[in-house]
């Protein structure tokens, strides 16, 4: 292989994740098969990074020639202070999920936002614009997801959460971007009734919590189009009762692909073969 100075001096390409825990992440079953598709010759590990442990995680990647890791929880905060470059939407975001190690030189990247609005694209509406939009929770994903919708020109984003005061926070700091409102669930019937979009943030719902739904569907009105950033199990009850009330449902999987996608064009330069990827985990899970 010529001309691939991001390989490593043992001509193949290192990569992984760091988080805790690790050991249920999909990300090594599907970049495996990503590299494998590409034909290059690689390795994508989990490893079990500890708090504390993270600076040290860190200047691993950097001794061991390591071409970019991806970052999960609960460190995508705690790795900023060690990067020597963080990118725009990272920076927006306050948050990274993937690291590009060029020839000792990191930069951090958040690809979970643009990842979950091209999968939200592709799979359940293609234009954004001019659309109102309704976001359940105000964390972490939630940040990554509301910087990324908030480019492409809503007519509004409501974020409604538990705890308002988080909600109000994030669109008092982007307000420059749109017109973002956090609300407080008790507005959450009547901003719902003119919504066009419903996006579910929250981890209500997820393995092993399937019978809770973060809201009362009878509230969603029928042909909007509902999403679910949970990817397991694929189909939440929010998306299944949705789905039987006519709406268009969209699950977390293509988030979850997408956001890998995004990662390893950084890391490789090339196209990421998206549906081998996505099969990949698809199989992982049976
Ligand atoms: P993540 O990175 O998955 O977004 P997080 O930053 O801890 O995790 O944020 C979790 C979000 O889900 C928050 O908006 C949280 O609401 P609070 O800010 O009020 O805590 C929301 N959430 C979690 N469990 C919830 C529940 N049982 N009901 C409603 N909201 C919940």
């Known amino acids: 292989v010529t001309n691939k100075e991001w390989l490593a001096g043992t001509g193949a390409v290192l990569l992984g994740v760091i988080g805790d825990p690790i050991a249920h992440s999909k990300s090594p079953v599907m970049h495996q098969a990503a590299l494998e598709a590409l034909g290059l010759p690689g390795f994508y590990v989990p490893m079990h990074v500890k708090t504390g442990q993270v600076k040290d995680a860190i200047a691993g990647i950097k001794a061991l020639g390591f071409r970019g890791i991806n970052v999960t929880i609960p460190h995508k905060l705690e790795v900023i202070p060690h990067l020597d470059h963080l990118d725009e939407t990272a920076l927006r975001i306050g948050a990274v999920n993937t690291i590009v190690n060029d020839q000792g030189v990191l930069t951090g990247y958040n690809t979970d936002g643009i990842g979950y609005v ?169």
């Not at 003119?194 to 009105?221: E, F, R, Y």
């Not at 042909?223 to 039987?244: C, F, R």
């Not at 709406?247 to 890998?260: E, I």
């Open 118 to 286: 091209r999968s939200l694209k592709e799979e359940a509406a293609p234009d954004l614009k001019g659309k109102k939009i309704v976001v359940l929770g105000a964390g972490g994903a939630a940040r990554g997801i509301i910087y990324a919708l908030s480019l492409e020109n809503p007519d509004r984003i409501y974020v409604a959460n538990r705890t308002v005061d988080k909600a109000e926070a994030m669109a008092a700091e982007w307000k420059d971007l749109a017109d973002i409102r956090g609300i407080s669930m008790m507005q959450l019937p009547e901003c719902l009734k003119d919504a066009d979009i419903l996006i579910n943030t929250t981890s209500v719902g997820m393995h092993p919590n399937m019978a809770d739904t973060p809201v009362d569907t009878d509230l969603i009105p029928q042909g909007i189009v509902v999403s679910d950033l949970i990817y397991n199990p694929l189909q939440t009850k929010l998306l299944a009762e949705s789905a039987q009330k006519g709406c268009v449902v969209h699950g977390g999987l293509g988030m979850f692909v997408n956001q890998g996608a995004y990662a390893l064009e950084y890391w490789t330069g090339l196209p990421a073969p998206v549906a081998a990827m996505r099969n990949a985990v698809l199989k992982d899970m049976g």
